[in-house]
């Protein structure tokens, strides 16, 4: 039993996760997807970005009101201040510097520090957020679809419940209620995202129960839990991954939402609390609204047209 | 054929309807008792600091919300409360917060209403297209502006609309005018760059669906069939495929609907101070104004459930190959 011999075509039945042929089959296919490649390298470049930029960065939190509303470089804004010695009034038009090459909002504080800092948080919601989501969706939908009967039921009609409460109202009101820090919205988003995992899981797992496999899995004696986590979960991890990078976007977005509308952390720097202030001085520092909201849009962007390309991927039936 | 079957499915569909709404009630109520802090004390703080004595106050707002009775009594209290539609006192407005969702609910109503007919003529149209010119050109900028459209922030957006049309150019206003007519060209031109804020991400989903949709059905056999027998391709398009998309394609928007729009509303309402529901909420939210973010939630919780009931009987109207019997 301990020989391991090759045979053709077993490897096929591993998990996606420890087999490296079927791993480089799915990679050369999502490769041929160049869309999926600049998402993929976009996201590199953003976890790069939150891991190592802050220490090439200056401090986000430095206010300094002499420097207030400075333009990106490249651009130029009207800086008018009032001189008590002589009464005046005086405007002078301000240039970038390389100093704040994004400008700074108006508190002099650096954009470029400030949205470096936003990404860590972006991605540590949409990651963490997205793993819960992913553990309570994945855990219930394989549950409801093995144990099936009244168990099934229960699942399911509890899925429907919290399916049936519009998501980001109800994210509304549980920050309302328990109040907004980081850890706390991070959490709400997990327990409340799981709905459409269980759901998705559920349906394949449901196939994948009356195959061979669990069949001769079970006549060898395994029990409900060996089957369920060594037979079921890994094999519907290509569809979970697929998930993942498709619910980070929706997750990083309710994040940033929560944030503009004034239930975000207010002592987290996320680009949603960039955008809020942003928008309140459109006429005098456009940037401010701007940068945040392009970085937020590029993340959302990459991950979708990561995920576009890994469900084609993992799709036998699609010709990529 | 007898359609006593149907009598039988709408109302299995009702009593699971209610069964649903008993869970939302519950879920709702769980939360606010697990709440960190009880609705009186948000209030303590305000009274106060006008010199009032807090046991008096304490007492007083827990009598009015019933906290002083053993929790059973409280959770069926709650609910015969809301099916008699009274959704509380609110206090930042002091008026009863049903009086409040009547005079702000058509706010939001038109916003969602002009953006969804918006969204679904024009995506339904392009994704048609798209999907009868599949592998174009034109296929592919759809393609790829769809993706644009439903990665970009929807507040973003709002707040880039205002950037460009009203602090650069000056063509609209940055700010919704209430003082306007409901029923006025005035309102329509006010309402433009709020409906491209909520639309533009329904649209681009639209797009995708109704492409993917119409590709599905367009590789059938019928679709050759009616090829075959010589009829038009505008026919075959448009009576024989989309005919056959438009069933899916009516699930996922009122699918959509709640996941998505109805965020998406509130949102759009905050950044263009449209007054609708989503900013009566905003602002209870800064005054603690508990018994109206809870109402609105629910409102739009339990509008989800009305919309999901009615689409599926619906549909067994409409689509003669579904039976549940």
Known sequence: MTKRTRIPGKEISKPVYINTRLVNYYWQRTSRNKLAVFGLVFILFLILLALIGPSFTADPTLVDFDEKNMPPVGFTNIKSAYHIDTNEFTTTEIRGTGKHPLGTDGKGRDMLSMLVSGAMVSLQVGLIATGIALIIGTILGVLSAYAGGWVDNILMRFTDIMMTFPFFLLLVLIVFIFGPSLAFIVLAIGLTGWTGTARLVRSEALSLRTREFVTAAKALGATDKRVIFHHLIPNVMSLIIVIATMSIPGVILAEAALSFIGLGDPTVPSWGIILEAGQHSLDTAWWIAVEPGIMLFLTVLAFNFLGDGLRDAFDPRSSV | ?325
């Open chain 2, 1 to 325: 054929m007898g359609k006593s079957w149907l009598r039988v499915y709408i109302i299995k569909r009702l009593i699971y309807a209610v069964i649903i709404a008993l869970g939302i009630l519950t879920i709702t109520f769980v939360l606010v008792r697990v709440g960190p802090s009880s609705p009186a004390d948000k209030y303590l703080a305000n009274l106060a600091a006008k010199g009032q004595d807090i046991a008096q106050v304490t007492a007083a707002i827990e009598a009015r919300y019933g906290l002083d009775k053993p929790i059973w009594q409280q959770y069926i209290d709650y609910i015969g409360n809301l099916l008699r539609g009274n959704l509380g006192w609110s206090f930042s407005t002091s008026m009863p917060v049903i009086d409040l969702i009547k005079t702000h609910w058509i706010y939001s109503f038109q916003l969602i209403l002009l953006s969804s007919i918006f969204a679904a003529v024009l995506g339904i149209l392009i994704g048609i297209y798209s999907a009868v010119k599949q592998y174009t050109k034109t296929d592919y900028v759809f393609t790829f502006l769809s993706f644009i459209g439903v990665s970009i922030p929807s507040f973003w957006l709002g707040v880039m609309l205002i950037l460009v049309f009203s602090v650069k150019l000056g063509i609209f206003k940055s700010y919704y005018d209430t003082a306007l007519p409901l029923f006025s060209l005035e309102n329509l031109k006010a309402l433009v760059l709020p409906v491209m804020t909520l639309g533009t991400g329904m649209l681009a989903g639209y797009v995708r669906y109704t492409r993917s949709s119409m590709l599905d059905n367009l590789r059938k056999g019928f679709i050759t069939t009616a090829r075959a027998k010589g009829l038009p391709e505008r026919t075959v398009i448009g009576k024989h495929a989309f005919r056959n998309a438009l069933l899916p394609l009516v699930t996922i928007i009122m699918f959509d609907l709640g996941s998505i729009v109805f965020g998406g509303a509130y949102l759009t309402e905050i950044v263009f101070g449209i007054p609708g529901l989503g900013q009566v909420s905003f602002n209870a939210i800064f005054a603690h104004d508990y018994p109206v973010v809870m109402s609105i939630t629910l409102i739009g919780t339990f509008m989800v459930l009305f919309i999901n009931m009615a689409t599926d009987i619906a549909y067994t109207y409409l689509d003669p190959r579904i039976r549940y019997d």
